[in-house]
């Protein structure tokens, strides 16, 4: 980990970082296409020590990760704005965490339905009747897992 420049600003505490990753709404993947960055928004969870997302089977982050699959993913909140009489001292609090890994596709069925279970639970909490049944290949598109 490199030291943030403030450092009273850092955060340690795993169970506090856990807690943020897990009830964050969308993460920041930032991946690299040659010389050029490329970042896109998603929809994630935080299971077991990995951030999981789902996507399309084919598109430009797909064919990115593909070529290179060390990434960075990126959550932050804002929690307002910090007024000073001077100018310069105003501020933004916030808390944020940066990942840096590899990512790569998830194959394992099970592997993939509690990943795709977690992200129903968290984007859509009570909507589905039951939980999705284990032992089976789910919907089209890729689920992918990034090793922190």
């Not at 430009?60 to 959550?75: A, E, L, S, Y």
């Not at 310069?88 to 590899?102: H, K, N, R, W």
């Not at 890729?142 to 922190?148: E, N, P, S």
Request: aromatic residues 10%; glycine residues 8%; contains cysteine.
């Amino acid at each position: 980990m490199n030291p943030i420049r403030y450092a009273k600003r850092t955060c340690t505490d795993q169970e506090h970082i856990n807690a943020f990753l897990a009830a964050a709404r969308v993460g920041h993947l930032g991946l690299t296409d040659g010389l050029e960055p490329y970042v896109v928004p998603l929809n994630f969870c935080w299971l077991n020590g990995s951030v999981y997302f789902h996507g399309a089977e084919a598109g430009r982050k797909t064919d990115i990760m593909q070529k290179n699959n060390r990434v960075c993913f990126t959550v932050c909140e804002e929690y307002g704005t910090i007024a000073d009489p001077v100018p310069a001292l105003t501020d933004t609090a916030y808390m944020s965490v940066i990942l840096f890994g590899s990512v790569e596709r998830v194959e394992d069925p099970e592997e993939m339905r509690d990943a795709l279970q977690a992200m129903l639970d968290k984007y859509v909490p009570g909507y589905y009747d039951r939980p999705l049944p284990e032992g089976k290949r789910f919907s089209p598109g890729r689920t992918h897992k990034m090793d922190v």
